[in-house]
Structure formats: C-alpha cells, structure tokens
Antibody, heavy 118, light 111 residues
Framework: QVQLQESGPGLVKPSETLSLSCTFS????????WSWIRQPPGKGMEWIGY???????KYNPSLKSRVAISVDSSKTQFSLKVRSVTAADTAVYYC????????????WGQGTLVRVSS | QSVLTQPPSVSGAPGQRVTISCTGS?????????VHWYQHLPGTAPKLLIY???NRPSGVPDRFSGSKSGTSASLAITGLQAEDEADYFC???????????FGGGTKLTVL
C-alpha cells in the first residue's frame, strides 16, 4: 500500500521560495507520474505539475515560470519549489501519484498548509 | 474560478439519493477525457471514489456511481448515510491547457 506524506515549512515570507517534500513508502517510483496539487482556502484544487520516474517534468502553464519539481537520488522523495511567492500561493499542498498524464490521482498525501505572510 | 463547474452544496436526508454535477467544455470532458471523482474530508487525503467515468475502486460501496454525457458528468449517491457527509470534487484533463483540471468541489450535507 503506497503512502505519501508532505513535509515542509508552514509559513513562507512573500517573495521567498516555498519548498516542500513528498516522501512515499510501500512502492516504487518506477512507472508512475508524481504530481503536486494545491487548494487555496475556499477554492478548488489546482494541478501544479508532475515529474515522471525518468525525471521528465511538466508544469501548469499558469505557474510554469515559478515552479520546479525534482526527485531525489534515493528515489523515495520528490520535491516542489515555488519561487517569488505571494499571498495567492497560500494553500494546502498535496502530492499524489498517477499512472498517466491524464489519469486519476491515487493515492494522495494528507496535505500540508503553507501560508505566505510577512 | 475552476475549469469544471460543480454546485457549491447539495443535501439530502438519510436513505435518499443525491446527484452532483460536473460541467466542462469541449476541451476537457467533451473531448472524451475521462472524469474522476473524489471524496474529501478536511485535513485528510482525498479518496478516489470513481475513476474512468463509471468505475469504482475496490472497497467503494456500490451506493456510489458515476456517469458522463457530452460535456458533463454526474456522481450519484444512493441510500445516503451520515458518513457520506464530505466534500466531493471531479477531475478531468484539458487539452487546451495541457493540464489536469478540477471542479470547485461540492459540500454534501446529510440532514
């Protein structure tokens, strides 16, 4: 049973870089896509981007210029960086696994709240 | 403003049937991309409820069912139970955005 867990600072200052990690257990990175998704307070989910197990990435065009997703050498953790954050980046951030570019996400992590505030 | 449109809330009494709609466009649901549904309790991981428009993962009761037609999809819940009270949201893929897209979520209240 694959399990995902997000971790990182809960508070980031405006204009700084938001950095989160997603640790997965119970399975292999191979053959899957690994995405970051966020939900601002009171709003719907927004897909941020994914990394494929071979290292290729794709990002939401609305965030592409500020986002980077990478996987660590241990292949048990992948990370998200969002540069130049503003209050609009305040959200619960989730990581999730999927089999294809357009397929469903399963499982998800429980999410971590990140607030952007000075 | 979410790409897929859902009603903000629905409600029903125990034992009743409710439906939640998910309306898209010709670049996502109408472009033959599958619709998936999730159940979400705040503070927990979203749970996959329906995948590929109509399919239930193992362990999801058959009280939950999905359908799709044209540029819309629906989630139906029959025999409502108190434990069904949660947020429900839909997901598909948008070819114009080259991105997975979501509905804004619907809060189900069991009266």
């Amino acid at each position: 049973q694959v399990q995902l867990q997000e971790s990182g600072p809960g508070l980031v200052k405006p204009s700084e870089t938001l950095s989160l990690s997603c640790t997965f257990s119970g399975g292999s990175i191979r053959g899957y896509y690994w995405s970051w998704i966020r939900q601002p307070p009171g709003k719907g989910m927004e897909w941020i981007g994914y990394i494929y197990y071979n290292g290729s990435t794709k990002y939401n065009p609305s965030l592409k210029s500020r986002v980077a997703i990478s996987v660590d050498s241990s292949k048990t953790q992948f990370s998200l960086k969002v540069r130049s954050v503003t209050a609009a980046d305040t959200a619960v951030y989730y990581c999730a696994r999927h089999l294809g570019v357009s397929t469903y996400f399963d499982p998800w992590g429980q999410g971590t709240l990140v607030r952007v505030s000075s | 403003q979410s790409v897929l449109t859902q009603p903000p809330s629905v409600s029903g009494a125990p034992g009743q049937r409710v439906t939640i709609s998910c309306t898209g466009s010709s670049s996502n649901i109408g472009a033959a991309y599958d619709v998936h549904w999730y159940q979400h309790l705040p503070g927990t991981a979203p749970k996959l409820l329906i995948y590929g428009n109509t399919n239930r993962p193992s362990g999801v009761p058959d009280r939950f069912s999905g359908s799709k037609s044209g540029t819309s999809a629906s989630l139906a819940i029959t025999g409502l139970q108190a434990e069904d009270e949660a947020d429900y949201f839909c997901q598909s893929y948008d070819t114009a955005m080259s991105a997975s897209v979501f509905g804004g979520g619907t809060k189900l209240t069991v009266l």
